[in-house]
């Protein structure tokens, strides 16, 4: 089993829809993130949770919405998404240590999305 | 102004052969690390190697090097006896600060094409 798994792996939606993607992590990490990277562009942080608390959010407009129920699962709530949106989803976790250490981050494979 | 500059969009090299990949960074931190990450087509981001600013050696992992200068700000990629799998794109990403669990600050990134 893959250390973090992300589902849907491919995802269509129209603009009125309501999905989510979902991020599971099995490396007893106590942090979780959203990135977003889209066509030509680097990937850009959405949202950040350490120890279940959301940390940042990066100015993400509130079409999307992050949930992060307990330190293994995060989920990304989509709703009246625009074509623009369209991107790869990638979900990452760590282990956050101590000032100055510097965590690694991994990644699972993404949810390719699609906005119609 | 970018934080992280990765000048080749895209390099080719034979199977068996060494080849650089370059990165450089921008901050006014004394504290950051640096980090490779390589997304095979399948989208996925495979974390490769890292470097800490105040760490002296550069990083070894196998067949991966990192070639940290830092009067120079930079920190490339040496991937030694070049494999077919190793075809991807290859992502210089920075953190900064001695905060623990923040976001990754990617470069657009490098395609490399290893042939037979």
């Known amino acids: 089993e893959t250390g973090v798994t992300q589902t849907p792996r491919h995802l269509v939606m129209g603009m009125t829809n309501k999905k989510s993607l979902k991020c599971e992590q099995h490396l007893g990490h106590n942090a979780m993130y959203w990135y977003k990277q889209s066509a030509k562009k680097p990937l850009e942080l959405m949202f950040v949770?350490?120890?279940?608390?959301?940390?940042e959010n990066n100015s993400v407009p509130s079409r999307f919405s992050p949930e992060c129920p307990n330190s293994s699962h995060l989920f990304l709530h989509l709703h009246t998404l625009q074509p623009e949106d369209s991107a790869l989803y990638l979900c990452?976790?760590?282990?956050?240590?101590?000032?100055?250490?510097?965590?690694?981050?991994?990644f699972g494979a993404g949810t390719r999305l699609s906005v119609l | 102004a970018q934080k992280i500059t990765q000048t080749q969009p895209g390099m080719f090299v034979q199977e068996k052969e060494a080849v650089t990949l370059d990165c450089t960074y921008d901050?006014?931190?004394?504290?950051?690390?640096l980090f490779w990450y390589k997304q095979p087509s399948s989208g996925e981001m495979i974390f490769l190697i890292y470097?800490?600013?105040?760490?002296?050696q550069n990083a070894t992992e196998g067949r991966y090097s990192l070639n940290f200068q830092k009067a120079r700000k930079s920190a490339n990629l040496v991937i030694s006896a070049s494999q077919l799998g190793d075809s991807a794109m290859y992502f210089c990403?920075?953190?900064?600060?001695?905060?623990?669990?923040?976001?990754?600050?990617f470069g657009k990134g490098t395609t490399l094409s290893v042939s037979s």
């Open positions: 901050t006014s931190d004394q504290s950051y690390g």
């Open positions: 470097q800490g600013s105040y760490d002296e």
């Open positions: 990452a976790s760590s282990q956050v240590l101590g000032a100055g250490e510097w965590d690694i981050q991994y």
């Open positions: 949770y350490s120890l279940e608390e959301r940390v």
């Open positions: 990403a920075m953190r900064e600060g001695g905060q623990a669990g923040t976001a990754l600050i």
